[in-house]
């Protein structure tokens, strides 16, 4: 949070893209930025971590961007548009799952250890 406050003057009219490693930075993110402002992107990569040091790539998945607070419109086309130049493969969403949401499913799959999920 400390970046985005940092930058927060630079990125005035510009659609903040949240790249996300964990199922809080929309929300946020959203504390800075109006939430209509937000773009999320998740970059889906398949891989193996079996020893220290060592990555192997088994699949390169596709990064996806959308809205995470509403619909997708002409930025996040422009947005993917510059992205894909650089991933080769670019997916659209027309809104990311609420972290409510995600955490209820969470939580009922973990049974009674769902109850830190809930919790937080």
Same mark, same amino acid.
Do not use: C
């Given at each position: 949070?400390?970046?985005?406050?940092?930058?927060?003057? *630079? !990125?005035?009219? /510009?659609?903040? /893209?949240?790249f996300q490693n964990g199922v809080?930075?929309d929300a946020l993110v959203a504390?800075?930025?109006? #939430?209509?402002? %937000?773009?999320?992107?998740?970059?889906?990569?398949?891989?193996?971590? %079996? #020893?220290?040091?060592?990555?192997? %790539? %088994?699949?390169?998945?596709? !990064?996806?961007?959308? $809205?995470?607070?509403?619909?997708?419109?002409? $930025?996040?086309? #422009?947005?993917?548009?510059? !992205?894909?130049?650089?991933?080769?493969? /670019?997916?659209?969403?027309?809104? *990311?799952?609420?972290?409510? #949401? !995600? $955490?209820?499913?969470?939580?009922?799959?973990?049974?009674?250890?769902?109850?830190?999920?809930?919790? $937080?």
């Amino acid at each position: 949070m400390a970046a985005v406050k940092a930058n927060q003057a *630079f !990125l005035a009219g /510009v659609p903040p /893209v949240s790249f996300q490693n964990g199922v809080r930075s929309d929300a946020l993110v959203a504390t800075v930025f109006p #939430a209509q402002q %937000l773009v999320s992107a998740v970059v889906n990569i398949h891989a193996n971590y %079996l #020893a220290p040091g060592t990555v192997t %790539l %088994l699949y390169p998945g596709p !990064l996806v961007i959308g $809205r995470p607070f509403g619909s997708n419109d002409d $930025r996040v086309e #422009a947005i993917a548009a510059i !992205l894909v130049e650089m991933v080769h493969q /670019v997916e659209r969403t027309g809104q *990311f799952w609420p972290v409510g #949401a !995600l $955490r209820a499913a969470i939580g009922a799959a973990a049974g009674p250890a769902g109850a830190v999920a809930r919790q $937080r």
